[in-house]
C-alpha cells in the first residue's frame, strides 16, 4: 500500500469560525484553528515523513501511547505535536454554537453522583484551569474505574490523559492563545464563558463509548 505523505490532517470545524461568539471571537478562532493546530499536524506530518511506513502509516492515537516505539530523535517532536494535534482535535468537538445546556442522560447522573450537582463540577473546573500554571490543559475525564467513574485532572503542555489511562469526555485549552485576543490575562472569565457553548451530547457519547468499552472489557475471558 502506498501510504501518502501527510497522513495526519488537520480536521474541518463543524461550525463556522464565528459561531461561538460572542464567547469565543473569530479571530481566536481563525487562529487557533488554521494556524495553531494546523501548524501541529505539519510539524507532525514533517516529523514523520523519512520514517518507514511502520510508523508513518500509524494513526495519532497509537503514536501517543507507544511513543517508546517511535524513533528517539523524533520521539519529542511526535510527542509534543501529536498531542496538538489530538488534544484540539478533541477541543473543537466539545464546543458547539447549541451548546450551554445541562447534561443529560447517563453523563448528567453520573456528575450529580460525583460533583453533587453541575454548578459544584463547573466551579471545580473552572479552578483547576484557573490554577493550571502555564500552558495546559483542563480535562473531565472517565477513570474506567464502576465507583469513581469522574474525575477533573489538568495537563501541561500537550499532554494528554490517555497516556494516564484516563479517558477524555470534555476539554478546554488553557493555553494564552486560546484566549488572550477577547479574554486578555482574565483565563478565569474564558473558563467561565466556555459553558455558554460547551458540548454536552458530544461529551455524552463519549462517556457511553467509555462504559461500554468497560462493558465490552468484562465480558471478554482473560487468556
Ligand atoms: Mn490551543
Given at each position: 500500500?502506498?501510504?501518502?505523505?501527510?497522513?495526519?490532517?488537520?480536521?474541518?470545524?463543524?461550525?463556522?469560525?464565528?459561531?461561538?461568539?460572542?464567547?469565543?471571537?473569530?479571530?481566536?478562532?481563525?487562529?487557533?484553528?488554521?494556524?495553531?493546530?494546523?501548524?501541529?499536524?505539519?510539524?507532525?506530518?514533517?516529523?514523520?515523513?523519512?520514517?518507514?511506513n511502520a510508523?508513518?502509516?500509524?494513526?495519532?492515537?497509537?503514536?501517543?501511547?507507544?511513543?517508546?516505539?517511535?524513533?528517539?530523535?523524533?520521539?519529542?517532536?511526535?510527542?509534543?505535536?501529536?498531542?496538538?494535534?489530538?488534544?484540539?482535535?478533541?477541543?473543537?468537538?466539545?464546543?458547539?454554537?447549541?451548546?450551554?445546556?445541562?447534561?443529560?442522560?447517563?453523563?448528567?447522573?453520573?456528575?450529580?453522583?460525583?460533583?453533587?450537582?453541575?454548578?459544584?463540577?463547573?466551579?471545580?473546573?473552572?479552578?483547576?484551569?484557573?490554577?493550571?500554571?502555564?500552558?495546559?490543559?483542563?480535562?473531565?475525564?472517565?477513570?474506567?474505574?464502576?465507583?469513581?467513574?469522574?474525575?477533573?485532572?489538568?495537563?501541561?503542555?500537550?499532554?494528554?490523559?490517555?497516556?494516564?489511562g484516563l479517558?477524555?469526555?470534555?476539554?478546554?485549552?488553557?493555553?494564552?492563545?486560546?484566549?488572550?485576543?477577547?479574554?486578555?490575562?482574565?483565563?478565569?472569565?474564558?473558563?467561565?464563558?466556555?459553558?455558554?457553548?460547551?458540548?454536552?451530547?458530544?461529551?455524552?457519547?463519549?462517556?457511553?463509548?467509555?462504559?461500554?468499552?468497560?462493558?465490552?472489557?468484562?465480558?471478554?475471558?482473560?487468556?
Open positions: 500500500m502506498n501510504i501518502p505523505a501527510t497522513i495526519h490532517q488537520l480536521p474541518a470545524l463543524g461550525y463556522a469560525m464565528s459561531a461561538l461568539e460572542p464567547y469565543i471571537d473569530e479571530r481566536t478562532m481563525t487562529l487557533h484553528h488554521d494556524q495553531h493546530h494546523a501548524a501541529y499536524v505539519t510539524a507532525l506530518n514533517e516529523a514523520l515523513a523519512s520514517e518507514p510508523i508513518r502509516s500509524k494513526p495519532a492515537e497509537w503514536l501517543l501511547l507507544n511513543l517508546h516505539e517511535v524513533p528517539e530523535p523524533i520521539r519529542t517532536t511526535v510527542r509534543r505535536n501529536v498531542g496538538g494535534h489530538l488534544n484540539h482535535s478533541l477541543l473543537w468537538l466539545a464546543m458547539t454554537p447549541h451548546g450551554g445546556s445541562a447534561p443529560s442522560g447517563a453523563i448528567g447522573e453520573a456528575i450529580d453522583q460525583s460533583f453533587g450537582r453541575l454548578k459544584n463540577f463547573q466551579d471545580r473546573f473552572e479552578e483547576a484551569g484557573s490554577r493550571q500554571f502555564g500552558s495546559g490543559w483542563v480535562w473531565l475525564v472517565h477513570t474506567r474505574n464502576g465507583d469513581r467513574p469522574l474525575k477533573i485532572v489538568t495537563t501541561a503542555g500537550h499532554d494528554n490523559p490517555l497516556e494516564q479517558y477524555p469526555l470534555l476539554v478546554n485549552d488553557v493555553w494564552e492563545h486560546a484566549y488572550y485576543l477577547k479574554h486578555q490575562n482574565r483565563r478565569n472569565e474564558f473558563l467561565h464563558d466556555f459553558w455558554s457553548v460547551v458540548n454536552w451530547a458530544e461529551a455524552g457519547r463519549r462517556f457511553d463509548q467509555a462504559m461500554q468499552s468497560i462493558v465490552l472489557e468484562a465480558a471478554t475471558p482473560h487468556q
